[in-house]
């Protein structure tokens, strides 16, 4: 049972951490909806220091409307961006406006 | 200038060039000479493991392409799990997953891999150098039409764009739309019309 599924308003946590993280700065804090689940992988974070024991986790693909991105009103309203988000990175909020 | 602040403070800084970075490389050399010179490795096999990586290209992504665009069944098992049906047509998939993502007349999609360099590699080989570049890596999120544009297609504005960025464990793949009369063409004849652009997203129209 995965803590979300597709269609899921969340939102990408900042949590500061050191190292090798593969969630991008643009996207920290921003909310989105969940499209997919991609399966469990391990994390890149105990990777990059050479921990291949660690627990694997859940993986989802979460749409961002580019004009909440990007403060740019010249953006068309229905252009998207869909990024790949660890299970510890995210979490669940109400319904938003900001969500594609 | 004084150097009177420390590194610490900021986010790691990345030393390359836009082709590639230059440090390693001289410390690659240096380490390829020392086995080679105590008999671990040799030239050839550099040369080997080199080939290998560098034989999957264009060609696969078009036999993909002009395959799912004349086989209707290979077409929606290509969408729903890319890798498995990649694998059909004997092209060894070394990636985890294949996400295959169809342009429509009301739709585009971009690739890109904001972090590094991340690309389909055990299908279209080595990306090229601007996907690497810095530049290319900040802008197709920023301003993926003003990208587009340089590239030579002006999205209109009511096609809805798609950037895919594939920062973590999945792959990705364009299919581009088929030319309106495909079933004119033979499938060589259709793989000769696909650039690596179309399976990119940078390049849109097809015949």
């Keep these: ?100 | 200038m004084p150097h009177d602040h420390q590194h610490g403070e900021h986010e790691a800084l990345i030393i390359e060039d836009e082709a590639g970075n230059i440090e390693a490389q001289i410390i690659i050399d240096a380490l390829q000479q020392v086995l080679i010179g105590k008999g671990l490795l040799t030239a050839h096999e550099v040369t080997a493991a080199i080939a290998k990586l560098e034989s999957p290209g264009l060609h696969l992504g078009a036999k993909i392409v002009a395959k799912a665009w004349t086989d209707p069944t290979f077409k929606s098992r290509l969408l729903s799990d890319g890798r498995t049906a990649v694998q059909e047509l004997d092209i060894p998939v070394t990636e985890a997953r294949i996400i295959v993502v169809e342009n429509t007349a009301q739709l585009h999609n971009l690739i890109t891999c904001t972090l590094c360099s991340c690309y389909p590699r055990s299908i279209l080989g080595q990306p090229p150098s601007w996907y690497i570049s810095k530049a290319y890596r900040a802008r197709s999120v920023r301003e993926p039409r003003q990208v587009l544009a340089e590239f030579g297609l002006d999205l209109m504005q009511d096609i809805k764009l798609v950037v895919h960025d594939s920062n973590a464990d999945m792959r990705y793949l364009v299919l581009p739309e088929p030319p309106h009369d495909v079933e004119r063409y033979t499938i060589s004849e259709l793989e000769t019309m696909i650039s690596r652009d179309h399976l990119i997203g940078v390049a849109r129209g097809v015949g």
């Design chain 1, 1 to 100: 049972m995965t803590r979300f599924s597709a269609g899921d308003h969340v939102q990408v946590l900042a949590l500061g951490k050191e190292g090798h993280v593969r969630i991008p700065h643009y996207i920290r804090h921003q909310t989105g909806r969940v499209t997919e689940y991609c399966g469990t992988y391990l994390n890149p974070e105990d990777l990059a220091v050479g921990n291949t024991s660690g627990r694997a986790v859940d993986l989802y693909r979460v749409a961002f409307l580019q004009r909440q991105l990007w403060p740019d009103d010249a953006i068309p309203a229905q252009d998207t961006l869909i990024i790949e988000i660890y299970d510890h990175w995210l979490r669940s909020v109400k319904e938003t406006e900001n969500a594609p």
